[in-house]
T-cell receptor
Framework: NAGVTQTPKFRVLKTGQSMTLLCAQD?????MYWYRQDPGMGLRLIHY???????AKGEVPDGYNVSRLKKQNFLLGLESAAPSQTSVYFC?????????????FGPGTRLLVL | SQQGEEDPQALSIQEGENATMNCSYK?????LQWYRQNSGRGLVHLIL?????REKHSGRLRVTLDTSKKSSSLLITASRAADTASYFC?????????????FGKGTHLIIQP
C-alpha cells in the first residue's frame, strides 16, 4: 500500500494564480483532512471530509476550497494565491472507528507564493 | 487556535539519556495523541492515550495524562540519534477525529551522539 500520497511535492506560484493540490489514499479511509504548517507552528486544519461528497470547514478555511468526489481523493484548491498561503500543506486520512483514530499523513506539499 | 502547547520548545540531550516533553491543553478531550515529524517529512503517529487512561507504554515511549491539570507528558527512554525530530501533541476534542485534531507547536528534540 502507498498510504497517503500528495501531488505535487513542491510548487511556486505568483500572487493571483490558482492551483489544485491532490491527495490520494489507498486505505479505504472515510475521513480525510487538509492541514497547513507554518514555520515554528503546529498543524492547523483547513478543511476536512467525513465521506465522499461531503466537506466542512476547519480552523483556517479562508482562501481555500475542497472537493471529495471520490472516496480515495481529496482536492485542495487555491483560487487566487496570496503570499500568506506560503506554507507546507499536509493531507491526512483516518478510519471512523474507536480504536482507529490514528491519522495517517502524506509527505507534504511545499508551496511558495511570490 | 492552538489547543496543545508543548514544553520545552527545544531540547538537546546526549544519546542514551531520557527525553521528557510536556503538553498542556485547554478544553476537555476524548483522547490525546503524540506524533513525530522528521525534518521535511510528514507526521507519524506514536501513541494515543484516552481521557480515562493515566499512563500508557509503547516500546521506549511512556505517555502520561492528567486530565485535572489538562496536561500530558511524553518520555523517550534511552534516546538514540534517530529520535532527533519534532514531537507534537494533538487533541481530539469531540471523539472519533471526525473534525480533525488540534496540534500544539511542537518540541524540537536533538539527540547528540
Amino acid at each position: 500500500n502507498a498510504g497517503v500520497t500528495q501531488t505535487p511535492k513542491f510548487r511556486v506560484l505568483k500572487t493571483g494564480q490558482s492551483m489544485t493540490l491532490l491527495c490520494a489514499q489507498d486505505m479505504n479511509h472515510e475521513y480525510m483532512y487538509w492541514y497547513r504548517q507554518d514555520p515554528g507552528m503546529g498543524l492547523r486544519l483547513i478543511h476536512y471530509s467525513v465521506g465522499e461528497g461531503t466537506t466542512a470547514k476547519g480552523e483556517v478555511p479562508d482562501g481555500y476550497n475542497v472537493s471529495r468526489l471520490k472516496k480515495q481523493n481529496f482536492l485542495l484548491g487555491l483560487e487566487s494565491a496570496a503570499p500568506s498561503q506560503t506554507s507546507v500543506y499536509f493531507c491526512a486520512s483516518s478510519y471512523p472507528r474507536r480504536g482507529q483514530e490514528t491519522q495517517y499523513f502524506g509527505p507534504g506539499t511545499r508551496l511558495l507564493v511570490l | 487556535s492552538q489547543q496543545g502547547e508543548e514544553d520545552p520548545q527545544a531540547l538537546s540531550i546526549q544519546e542514551g539519556e531520557n527525553a521528557t516533553m510536556n503538553c498542556s491543553y485547554k478544553t476537555s478531550i476524548n483522547n490525546l495523541q503524540w506524533y513525530r515529524q522528521n525534518s521535511g517529512r510528514g507526521l507519524v503517529h506514536l501513541i494515543l492515550i484516552r481521557s480515562n487512561e493515566r499512563e500508557k507504554h509503547s516500546g521506549r515511549l511512556r505517555v502520561t495524562l492528567d486530565t485535572s491539570k489538562k496536561s500530558s507528558s511524553l518520555l523517550i527512554t534511552a534516546s538514540r540519534a534517530a529520535d532527533t525530530a519534532s514531537y507534537f501533541c494533538a487533541t481530539d476534542d469531540r471523539g472519533g477525529g471526525a473534525d480533525g485534531l488540534t496540534f500544539g507547536k511542537g518540541t524540537h528534540l536533538i539527540i547528540q551522539p
